[in-house]
């Protein structure tokens, strides 16, 4: 059996966007979450600055793998996330905004947010009431206390509860 080490997770909340922003224009952008595929692998490389192997995460069948885009632009990946289902809850395993939505040149907002938000509302989908748990890189743990509601369980596990999953979803998935 191989060992699966926990990733520490490190993104950052810049905002609780309801959708996407462009950070110059302010314009709100809707979005959709999409399974990843293999050829949108293939253009998220380390070439192509992004941080992490998504091809491996694919590749790996205990965990469901997801691309943020902006409706009606597909091709554009503007966040990914990866999580597995476990028996009571999603667990978070890595999650990364596209190289053009991190640091102080951002083009937008919001996508980090949105994608913990989908898997908050995955974990509704599966009768798990919200809950949502991820390894946290230490310095940030406070960070995702304020920004996401998350309570810290132990050593640097969070946990994202119905209260603060309801809230996040009802941002970035309201109902008509």
């Known amino acids: 059996m191989q060992k699966s080490t926990k990733i520490e997770l490190d993104f950052e909340i ?11 224009s302010g314009d709100s952008f809707a979005t959709e979450v999409l ?19 998504w091809k491996i995460e694919l590749d790996d069948n205990t965990k469901e793998v997801y ?4 409706v009606n632009n597909p091709n554009i990946i503007q966040g990914v996330i990866s999580f597995t289902i476990q028996s009571d809850h999603i667990y978070m395993d890595l999650l990364e905004s596209a190289p053009f939505n991190r640091g102080s040149n951002k083009l937008y907002e919001g996508v980090a947010g949105n994608l913990v938000a989908y898997a908050c509302k ?55």
């Open 67 to 70: 691309k943020l885009t902006i």
């Open 122 to 176: 995955v974990s509704f989908q599966h009768g798990f009431d919200g809950y949502v748990s991820f390894t946290a890189k230490t310095q940030l743990i406070e960070h995702y206390t304020k920004a996401l509601g998350a309570t810290l369980f132990g050593g640097q596990l969070m946990i994202i509860n119905t209260i603060a999953a309801n809230r996040l979803v009802d941002k970035y998935f309201k109902t008509a």
């Open 35 to 53: 399974r990843l595929t293999k050829v949108d692998v293939k253009q998220m490389t380390r070439k192509n600055s992004w941080a992490f192997n």
């Open 14 to 24: 810049d905002g609780l966007t309801n959708s996407i922003r462009n950070v110059i």
